[in-house]
């Protein structure tokens, strides 16, 4: 793995880069990590032989501070693309990733071999999923720990560690307070999302507080060319909960394996 920074107006943004002639993937982090937290993910994806890369956005660790001045996210994203010689490659985003990854897509389509939006609100912005989540999300939700509104309570149960590993990856993320929002150059709406025609897979976690199920299922339904896989008792985060499997359910998609209507792991 090499690591490097790549220019960006206004500054610059910190990326690793496992390398070889295989097949790229670029790994975009939540709100709560940054390039650091996929450790999981890096050594599995690179075994089957794809180029991993996973990156920082402004704001997150060793990249830039976030300003007003900033260009859309989606153009921090092609620049490094453009940086590291990429034409077409598969995009993976988590939460807030998963905002970047479908900006991505509609200013970019033909960028992409496949979009992965896991666990993702996916920066839409009609006004009735609006108040849906705002109705889930009461006043005294954002005040509670990041670990207890992002994992799983089946995970904060039987893997304590793991839940200060994911603590101290959140903490090394951020440098300064809160977590920036990435930068959209679209108003995301469901007629944007309709037009969305990269294969696509959406991933849901059955005790997301977040994005919960039925929320990931409506955005289903507007988006002609993608399937939705549900991970059983995870939270926001299944990339690290449950990595294993997440894992070999990726690189099934990846390989070009749609899954059923219903699929749950």
């Not at 070889?20 to 650091?36: E, F």
């Not at 075994?47 to 660790?61: E, N, W």
């Not at 990854?101 to 960028?111: C, G, K, V």
């Not at 300064?176 to 309709?194: C, F, N, Q, Y």
Request: aromatic share 10%; net charge negative.
């Amino acid at each position: 793995m090499t690591e490097g920074f790549v220019e960006v107006p206004g500054g610059v943004l910190w990326y690793w880069d496992t390398g070889g002639r295989g097949t790229a993937v670029i790994l975009d982090h939540a709100g709560s990590g940054s390039a650091l937290a996929w450790q999981y993910q890096q050594p599995a994806l690179a075994g089957a032989g794809y180029r991993v890369i996973a990156y920082s956005r402004r704001g997150y660790y060793q990249s830039s501070a976030a300003t007003p001045e900033d260009p859309p996210s989606a153009e921090d994203l092609r620049m490094l693309a453009d940086h590291l010689g990429l034409d077409r490659f598969h995009l993976v985003g988590t939460a807030f990733g998963g905002f970047v990854a479908t900006d991505f897509a509609l200013s970019y389509p033909e960028r992409l071999l496949s979009l992965v939006a896991a666990n993702s609100q996916m920066g839409i912005q009609e006004p009735a999923f609006i108040d849906t989540l705002n109705r889930i999300h009461p006043d005294p939700f954002n005040q509670l720990p990041d670990s207890f509104k992002e994992l799983g309570v089946s995970y904060r149960a039987a893997n304590p560690q793991g839940v200060r590993d994911w603590e101290e990856i959140l903490k090394r993320s951020h440098p300064g307070t809160g977590s920036p929002a990435p930068k959209l150059a679209h108003r995301i709406t469901w007629d944007m999302v309709e037009t969305i025609r990269v294969r696509t897979l959406l991933t849901a976690g059955g005790a997301d507080q977040y994005m919960p199920p039925p929320l990931t299922r409506q955005v289903l339904k507007h988006l002609p060319n993608a399937c939705l896989l549900t991970f059983s008792e995870a939270g926001h985060s299944p990339h690290w909960e449950q990595p294993d499997v997440y894992n070999r359910k990726l690189l099934q998609f990846l390989a070009g394996a749609r899954f059923p209507e219903g699929a749950r792991c």
